[in-house]
């Protein structure tokens, strides 16, 4: 279904008042850029990173700067055109600080098992491979105790381009190509990477937190190494699929792994190869 169709039918919902209950399915579809919900993804984490989250039941989301997470900081560029100077008519710049307050989190449609994603993404620590669905992430993670969560929530698939495109982009865009009353016009500054990051096809989930965010306070932000994180309520157990313990640990370590995680009470397989 179209964005056009999927407005029309919120409208219709409004006009009858029905719940945000029921509307929240078409909200997800209209938000997921480029991606359907049902598209399965997969993702590698930091495995203390993700077991501290499954218990406190929150999901950490990573602060989308200009430097990038992760490595190659200087060179990811997530969010490009944060800090970037606009010219206005007369001259004066003009800058889009809305851009800092976008949090988020990459996934991959592809499965993630060779041994150079485990290097990638999990580096010298452990690693949990996990698997779900687009659908079932932003489920979970657009929160309707957010009054704003229509506005605030997006999924989107990422392009990758070469270095002299994405100069390009940046020399030629006007800053009202990223205003809009649904915030599809930011994102897009969100979902455009280096052609040398294009073997992770990553799906980006994004969560816009502004300063004071009074309006949904049981989001907060932490520094955690000088890293500013979204710590968002996120019950784990109804998202994951499948947990896939790191192959490159020692077996000893994999079933430690596998005892802390059915400690936690989750109902999905966990898969020791």
């Not at 950490?60 to 700067?65: F, K, R």
Request: glycine share 4%.
């Amino acid at each position: 279904m179209e964005i056009e169709d999927l407005d029309f039918e919120l409208k219709k919902m409004d006009f009858r008042q029905a719940p945000h209950s029921e509307r929240k399915p078409l909200y997800i579809a209209r938000n997921c850029v480029d991606v359907l919900p049902d598209q399965e993804i997969w993702r590698i984490f930091n495995a203390s990173f993700l077991l501290e989250d499954i218990e406190c039941k929150t999901i950490t989301l990573p602060e989308i700067s200009t430097k990038g997470v992760g490595k190659n900081l200087s060179t990811s560029g997530e969010n490009p055109f944060w800090g970037h100077e606009f010219r206005l008519e007369d001259g004066y710049p003009l800058y889009l600080a809305f851009l800092k307050d976008y949090y988020g989190m990459c996934w991959s449609h592809l499965p993630l098992h060779e041994r150079w994603a485990w290097n990638e993404f999990a580096g010298n620590e452990d690693g949990l491979l996990v698997k779900s669905t687009v659908g079932k992430m932003m489920h979970e993670l657009m929160n309707l105790s957010n009054k704003f969560y229509m506005l605030t929530y997006y999924c989107g698939k990422i392009s990758y381009d070469t270095g002299d495109n994405l100069a390009r982009w940046k020399d030629k865009s006007h800053y009202t190509d990223f205003l809009g009353s649904q915030g599809f016009e930011s994102l897009q500054t969100l979902l455009r990477l280096p052609k040398e990051f294009d073997r992770e096809q990553e799906i980006r989930f994004v969560y816009r937190c502004p300063d004071n965010n009074l309006d949904f306070p049981d989001a907060r932000v932490v520094q955690r190494n000088n890293i500013n994180l979204c710590k968002h309520p996120f019950v784990w157990n109804d998202v994951i699929d499948e947990i896939y313990i790191d192959p490159r640990i020692s077996r000893a370590k994999q079933s430690q792994h596998v005892q802390q995680l059915q400690k936690l009470s989750l109902t999905c397989p966990i898969i020791d190869i």
